[in-house]
């Protein structure tokens, strides 16, 4: 796997709000930009790994793009992994949750592509790394401004 953005943040909240907003992806437009919507796809609890979504992205250069998402790892109050179904990236998103103390959290959010293809890593890479570096720094710190509201 190719990392494509890693961002961390402080939020003061328990673990287990921070797993619950974050693990229910349909609120995922609500603090990452970029996104235009996301929507269940099956009748699997938010949180649950085989979860699910559509999303509809904003691609640059693309357009609007609906791309399936799957959650593949997921441990309640510790990470939520997802990984979608868009080629050629492929894009695996992390997010680890840690406990600092009864009421703080450490989130660290990655990105990554699961495509090795030397080609990608050439050209595609180095725009996915620019545009969602950035939006990754945005995104965490709208996440601790929805959760800390």
């Known amino acids: 796997m190719n990392l494509i953005s890693d961002v961390n943040v402080s939020i003061n909240r328990t673990n287990a709000d921070v797993f619950d907003y974050v ?3 349909e609120k995922f437009g609500e603090w990452f930009p970029g996104v235009i919507s996301i929507t ?16 509809t992205v904003k691609i640059p250069l693309v357009g609007l793009k609906q791309i399936s998402i799957s959650v ?19 894009p695996r ?18 990105m990554y592509s699961r495509n090795n293809k ?3 890593k050439a ?12 939006r990754a720094e945005i995104g965490i710190k709208q996440l601790k401004i929805n959760l800390e509201a």
Request: proline share 3%; net charge negative; hydrophobic share 40%.
């Open 40 to 55: 269940s796809d099956d009748g699997v609890a938010h949180g649950e790994v085989d979860k699910k979504y559509l999303e």
């Open 93 to 110: 998103m992390e997010i680890d949750i840690e406990k600092i103390d009864h009421t703080s959290t450490l989130v660290s959010w990655r």
């Open 123 to 134: 050209l595609l890479l180095p725009l996915a790394k620019l545009v969602m570096q950035k």
């Open 72 to 90: 593949v790892d997921s441990k309640y109050g510790h990470i939520f992994v997802t990984e979608g179904q868009f080629s050629p990236l492929f």
């Open 23 to 25: 693990s229910n992806m």
């Open 118 to 120: 030397l080609i990608v």
